[in-house]
């Protein structure tokens, strides 16, 4: 899951908004060769097998490449893998490597996989993402400790073939080979530089269109420069893209206004609202939902199927979403995000579609928390709304203390907290309702679904539907390599999960960010590498 | 001398190690853990990950281990920045913060003593109001409302420096300037309050009688005996600065060391809070030193380590 660091100071950025609510948009344009771009958090690593946070995503996936590549509308292209082949049986993938060579001149070999995999594995590394090769045969037992390096299901056989055995089939195991963790990494650049490797840009090789440079490891600017020495280093347009670390929105989009930057994010909805009608505004998707969950465990009267629905019921999503949130974030369809994978041109969300459980009817939500109310014996509920202490985080808990006031003998405080305390109060069970937030990691509805099985890890709030865990698993299972049956599957299970209100969605998010009019070509994807500038390009003046 | 200095270094370590046992297990009872990912890992997984960290020991075991890579230097590898020392994040991130704080600091003291002597002189003026407006509004005014003035007026709408960045001398002076309205409206107060008495002293009246010249009493008696109280808080006010400021930081996005401790509380980074809490504490220390022992040069009345018990 990666948490862009938005958030940090979004405080301080809101308190003195007022200050800038006159600012002049002068909308001046640089003349450089390199784009201007703005990070809202530093880079923390280059470590292909130990990133976790997307700034990081970004740059090594712009500076390395997999066998894959991300490709619009959730396609694969490919990407040192000339080719592929998948058996019968879906357990055996063969990859084409086509000849191309790291930053040092170096060939970029089917053994560099076989590294680059094998570290992310091994439990030395303790690579936070390791988990994304659990189908590959043997990774869990290596991860464990529990079998040697060497038996991961991955091979070389010579230079330009990989065959890689997975323990069961995977429909999605495309995109995960797209993923940072199934880089290729080369065995004496690791080597050489040890527990340095990858802390700064020069302990590094690269194979992808651009390569790091001017990053000491904590510094706020670098440089993506082109590589000379990528295979299709021709189809690369620009010099290469300047990134300095922005943490006040404010300063950011002073600098954006004045040229020195040519893209920077908006952060609230004085910031987008400027924006609003400007063909400089993007509304880039991420594959994320934001949603409820009730603690079933230590508050009983959630188990009450009536009382969760009415609490969905007096949510205006649509409301929520452009008045209170206002920064381009659309109404849940579900818990799946919309856009994530379609069956014969249908979209996942509005197949398992239900008005159920995303709709907003008040007059029947009272009617239904009476009847709770009732069920279980009670008169009046009281609880607390557990949330990050980001301002959107703030806005959600304000909207829904108004939206729940509807219910009578409701009673709803809220406490609002940093989002690593936030994540353990949720994980051991401290809260009554908690806002949760999923950003999926690929493109397949099983990244959302996995979430809510009965021993789902982040299962919070206890849900529990026996259909529900049969259906995923066998999604994952017995049909993992029956594109029709599958798609059944997780259908039915997010169709039962909306029916019975398990959670609550609430939004799915939307990162407002403007670009100036000279920089375009640039491809955002809502799952793994956010931002791709492989086919960026500056228009001359 | 001597004993009175390895009296204080004594009390100087015995300090540092009550701050680091108490940051230490403070810390311990945050919520969470360092992972990111927490969710998604299994149990094995997430045992290896924490075990690659040393944190998987008993609380103690990883105390008596911290204690001792301390006094080796060694303050472990960051979580957040994977394998990054913590030593070297420190000091590649501490630069800019010692040099905007030491600017803000001339900046803001010299200009606090000439507002304050000014305001003592003009007591009970128009000029002395106006002064100690200064530097009520220097306290008062909280620095990310005075960075986004200064921003917002000289930078974005006048264009006279840049709005934000580092690269060079033009980028500090904005920063520069937020910072310094603490130390000047600190200053200030301090030398007006200190200079109109003296300027009520016996001395001065003696001075004035001898017909010395008043800039002459001013400058050569006034003043300088009014500068010794400053000497106390100058100290402790130069680590405060030093050590960087969050919002001054962040809206000129300086890569200094100020935001870095508010991040790493916020992402668990145990051992960068913990470097970061040894540093501020040792530099604290050593500074309160330098001044008892400057205090005692420059005023005689006062001797660190008196002739009688």
Known sequence: MKMKSVVKL??????????LAACGNSSKESTSKYINWQESAGLNTLDASKLTDSESMVMVGNSNEGLLLNGPNNTIKPGVAESYKVSKDGKTYTFNLRHSKWSNGKPVTAKDFVYGWQRTVNPKTASQYSYLLDHVKNATEISAGKAPVSSLGVKAEGDYKLVVTLNRPQSYFKYIVAMAACYPQDKATVEKYGSAYATNSKAMLYNGPFKVEGWNGTNDTWTLVKNKDYYNASKVKVAGIKFSVQ???????????TGQLDETTLVGQQQVGKYKSSSELHNVKQASTFYLEMNEKADSY????????????????????????????????????????????????????TKTGV??????????????????GKKSINFTLLADDTPQGKST?????????????????????????????????????????????????????SLLTSDGSYNNGKWSNAKYDELVKNAEGSDSNNVAKRWDDLVNAEKILMNDQGVIPLYHKVQPNVIKPRVSGVQFFPTGLSTDFRDATISKK | MVKFLAKRVFYLL??????????????????????????????????????????????????????????????????????????????????????????????GVIAGIIVGAIGAIKKSTWVDTSTTIISILGISIPSFVFSVLLQYVIALK???????????????????????????????????????????????????AKGLSKFGIIYHHALRNSLIPLVTIIGPLAVNIMTGSLVVENIFAIPGIGEQFVNSVLTNDYPTIMGLTVMYCFLLCVVLLITDIVYGIIDPRIRVAGGRE
């Open chain 1, 247 to 257: 943490k006040d929105a404010n300063t950011a989009l002073n600098q954006y206004e």
């Open chain 1, 302 to 353: 959630f188990k009450n199927a009536n009382i969760r629905k009415a609490l969905s019921l007096v949510i205006d999503r649509d409301q929520f979403t452009k008045d209170t949130l206002g920064d381009g974030s659309t109404s849940a369809q579900g818990l799946v995000s919309p856009g994530m994978s379609q069956y014969k041109g249908v979209d996942f969300t509005k197949a398992a579609g």
């Open chain 1, 397 to 449: 808990t304000e909207y829904l203390q108004t939206a729940f006031a509807n219910l009578p003998g409701l009673k709803v405080s809220s406490l609002n907290v940093p989002y690593k305390t936030r994540l353990s109060r949720s994980q051991n069970g401290q809260f009554d309702m908690v806002v949760s937030g999923w950003y999926a990691d690929f493109p397949d509805p099983i990244s959302f679904m």
């Open chain 2, 158 to 208: 006048w264009g006279l420096l840049p709005i934000a960045g580092w690269s060079g001398f033009a980028y500090t002076i904005l920063p520069t300037l937020a910072l310094a309205a603490m130390p000047l409206a600190e200053s200030a107060r301090f030398v007006r309050t200190e200079m109109v008495d003296v300027l009520s002293s016996d001395y001065i009246e003696l001075a004035r």
């Open chain 1, 359 to 376: 709709s907003y009817n008040v007059s029947e939500a009272k009617k239904l928390w009476a009847k709770g109310l009732k069920e279980v």
């Open chain 1, 10 to 19: 979004g405080v301080v950025g809101a308190a003195s908004a007022f200050l």
């Open chain 2, 14 to 107: 015995l300090t540092l190690f009550i701050v680091v046992t108490v940051t230490f297990f403070l810390m311990k009872l945050m919520p969470g853990t360092p992972l990111t990912n927490e969710a998604k890992l299994s149990p094995a997984e997430r045992y290896m990950v924490l075990k690659q960290y040393g944190l998987d020991k008993p609380v103690w075991q990883q105390y008596i281990s911290y204690l001792v890579n301390a006094v080796h230097g060694n303050f472990g590898t960051s979580f957040q920045f994977s394998d990054q020392p913590v030593s070297y994040l420190i000091s590649s991130r501490m630069g800019p913060s010692l040099l905007l704080g030491a600017q803000a600091m001339v900046v």
